[in-house]
Nanobody, 123 residues
Framework: QVQLVESGGGLVQAGGSLRLSCAAS????????MAWFRQAPGKEREFVAT????????YYADSVKGRFTISRDNAKNTVYLQMNSLKLEDTAVYYC????????????????WGQGTQVTVSS
């Protein structure tokens, strides 16, 4: 069982940066692939980034590639999402998710979810 708690969301101007954190409970955090998803009002939840349990493999949605960086610290049971050059279209609730096994981009493949943190990008 893994419990996830996101933090770090907020209001930022376009072009700015934010770093999201996702703190996980449970001793087996290091065995889980982790991912960030986001959901804007009226839209489906979409994949943002994922990282393998070792941290050696990452994968990004094309819309954030080159601007966002996912990382993890297994000693701290925490995964991060560094978001730079934020755009208006990045506005959404961002969710952290965990799954046993390899990385995946489908939200249906993830077993555990956080409650989400709001990111709002203003002009």
């Amino acid at each position: 069982q893994v419990q996830l708690v996101e933090s770090g969301g907020g209001l930022v101007q376009a072009g700015g940066s934010l770093r999201l954190s996702c703190a996980a409970s449970g001793r087996t955090f290091s065995r889980y692939a982790m991912a960030w998803f986001r959901q804007a009002p009226g839209k489906e939840r979409e994949f943002v980034a994922t990282i393998s349990w070792t941290g050696s493999t990452t994968y990004y949605a094309d819309s954030v590639k080159g601007r966002f960086t996912i990382s993890r610290d297994n000693a701290k049971n925490t995964v991060y999402l560094q978001m730079n050059s934020l755009k208006l279209e990045d506005t959404a609730v961002y969710y952290c998710a965990a799954r046993g096994g390899e990385i995946h981009t489908s939200p249906n493949k993830y077993d555990y979810w956080g409650q989400g943190t709001q990111v709002t990008v203003s002009s």
